[in-house]
């Protein structure tokens, strides 16, 4: 019951941007945004999360729709290693997980 | 700093047998998380524990799976009996504090083999 909508699956060329969609027009005010993904045979990693403003770090940065109806997260410089499940969660006790979208990036 | 731990790290039965899945978090999380996570699938929230106190488990398949946090700090998940679409990776993670501002960590996993 993750709330969330996102593309199955999005393809990239090494060192280009990728930009990762996500629906959640039902959000509430207190939900967070939150990223994670899963590499090959590993747990979830957490990338990034936001409420309101846009947000960056080492990994990603994330943009949120002014309504908060949706937000994207974007990889600057895909590279091999970025290939993986990211999952696009609303917030606001359980961590909640979809389906995600699948990345694969082209070397 | 450690990770979240968990053990085995595969495990094969036959369906009808029992199997338990042992999980430490971080030191001072107080939330902890099961998932199952199915091929292809992503992982799904089985139960979620505030120290030693349930949260949610209302995705638990209560007549064969169960889940204990004693002391609020190591954690099993114990399925009892077992069925074939029980196959899948059982997943731990825990974060400082439930809700909005908290990163969770996650283990490696334990896969489950039902034949």
């Known amino acids: 019951d993750a709330k969330t909508t996102q593309p199955n699956s999005m393809e990239s060329n090494e060192e280009e941007p990728v930009h990762l969609p996500c629906n959640h027009s039902?959000?509430?005010?207190?939900?967070?945004i939150h990223w994670y993904r899963q590499l090959p045979s590993q747990g979830p990693e957490y990338v990034i999360h936001g409420l309101t403003s846009n947000v960056n770090n080492r990994m990603a940065s994330l943009a949120i729709a002014e309504d908060r109806k949706s937000s994207t997260l974007i990889l600057h410089r895909a590279t091999l290693r970025d290939a993986a499940v990211y999952y696009c969660i609303r917030l606001n006790y359980k961590l909640s997980f979809g389906a995600g979208t699948t990345v694969t990036v082209r070397a | 700093e450690a990770g979240v731990a968990q053990s085995p790290r595969y495990k094969i039965i036959e369906k009808r047998q029992s199997v338990a899945f042992w999980c430490n978090p971080i030191s001072g999380h107080a939330t902890l998380y099961w998932y199952q996570q199915i091929l292809g699938q992503g992982p799904k929230l089985l139960i979620q524990f505030q120290n030693n106190g349930v949260v949610d488990d209302s995705q638990l398949p209560k007549d064969r799976f169960s889940a204990e946090r004693l002391k609020g700090v190591d954690s099993t998940l114990k399925i009892q009996p077992a069925k074939l679409e029980d196959s899948a990776v059982y997943l731990c993670?825990?974060?400082?504090?439930?809700?909005?501002?908290?990163?969770?960590?996650f283990g490696q996993g334990t896969r489950l083999t039902v034949v």
């Open positions: 993670a825990s974060s400082l504090k439930a809700g909005e501002n908290t990163e969770a960590f």
């Open positions: 039902t959000i509430s005010g207190t939900d967070y």
